[in-house]
């Protein structure tokens, strides 16, 4: 199994831990400064990501019968989305504009699992404080993502010849 060094993975990017960063993907605190990043999992933006599709799975399941196939099914496939499009990036590193594709389809994923979400809000399937934890994680792998698209370098590596 191959492993990736990331400098300050765990970090803002001014070093303070900060949300959103693409040092926030990989995990915080400082004992993480040099993270051994051995796969996709080991990402904190893969573990929100997949928390929520979990969370997200158990809360459909009380959704009506009728929106088996459509509100239940988008839902579920969106917030999935996210995390394979993540492991997908991850086995993309080579090449660094495939690697920013796959993150951008999970971040586009990200907010097509917003949007399912305030339908769910709307139809009365969901109530106002669980749709808000839920639209703010997803904004926190979102903001994760964002980062990670901004500095593909921190991330990606080249073969050796």
């Not at 993975?9 to 001014?14: H, N, P, V």
């Not at 996709?40 to 969370?55: P, S």
């Amino acid at each position: 199994m191959e492993e990736h060094r990331a400098e300050g993975l765990g970090q803002g990017a001014e070093g303070k831990g900060q949300e959103g960063s693409w040092q926030g993907a990989a995990g915080s605190g400082s004992q993480e400064v040099m993270a051994m990043i051995v796969n996709f999992k080991d990402l904190l933006v893969y573990k929100k990501a997949f928390e929520q599709a979990m969370r997200i799975f158990h809360l459909t399941k009380t959704f009506p019968k009728i929106e088996q196939y459509s509100l239940t099914d988008q839902i579920r496939r969106s917030s999935r989305s996210v995390c394979t499009n993540i492991g997908e990036a991850w086995r993309k590193r080579r090449y660094p504009a495939h690697f920013v594709s796959k993150l951008t389809d999970s971040d586009a994923e990200t907010s097509e699992s917003m949007i399912w979400l305030d339908f769910a809000l709307e139809c009365g399937y969901l109530d106002l404080h669980v749709h808000k934890e839920l639209a703010s994680e997803y904004e926190q792998v979102g903001k994760m993502l964002g980062s990670m698209i901004s500095t593909p370098e921190k991330f990606c590596y080249s073969e050796k010849k």
